[in-house]
């Protein structure tokens, strides 16, 4: 989620270059990575999941080079009327947190029906999809 919010920050920051940038950098290493961790160093699974970990470091470091020019226009101030804003916050994103709620419970009870129906192999099958 931070490499996500990152690359919209850049691309606000007139520095749209620098998001694809780093989201390819991470990506490219991701397909090499998965390749290497799992076939020549025979890590299996957790060579993948390292591999998209990695991926993603990159991503994220690729991406913080933006803070180090002189071009960055982040500033940090203290927020004015902060319960204000928070009561403003919570009230917008919570319909946007209940669909997400609801929308994994679904998931949640979808896959649990398939394993009860047609097995494990088809849950498997559906997973990698």
């Not at 390749?35 to 991406?63: E, H, K, N, P, Q």
């Not at 209940?98 to 088809?122: E, H, N, P, R, S």
């Amino acid at each position: 989620m931070f490499n996500q919010m990152l690359a919209a920050y850049l691309r606000n920051d007139n520095n749209p270059a620098l998001a694809p940038a780093g989201v390819l950098s991470g990506g490219i290493f991701n397909i090499f990575g998965d390749y290497v961790f799992v076939f020549v160093f025979d890590m299996g699974i957790y060579g993948a999941g390292l591999a998209t970990a990695i991926g993603a470091v990159i991503s994220t470091l690729v991406m913080l080079t933006h803070f180090l020019k002189k071009s960055n226009t982040l500033k940090l101030v203290r927020p004015k009327h902060f319960m204000a804003r928070l009561s403003q916050i919570t009230v917008t994103g919570f319909s946007t947190f209940f669909i997400d709620v609801a929308m994994g419970i679904l998931t949640i009870l979808f896959y649990c029906q398939i394993m009860k129906y047609l097995g494990q192999m088809l849950y498997l099958y559906m997973v990698l999809l």
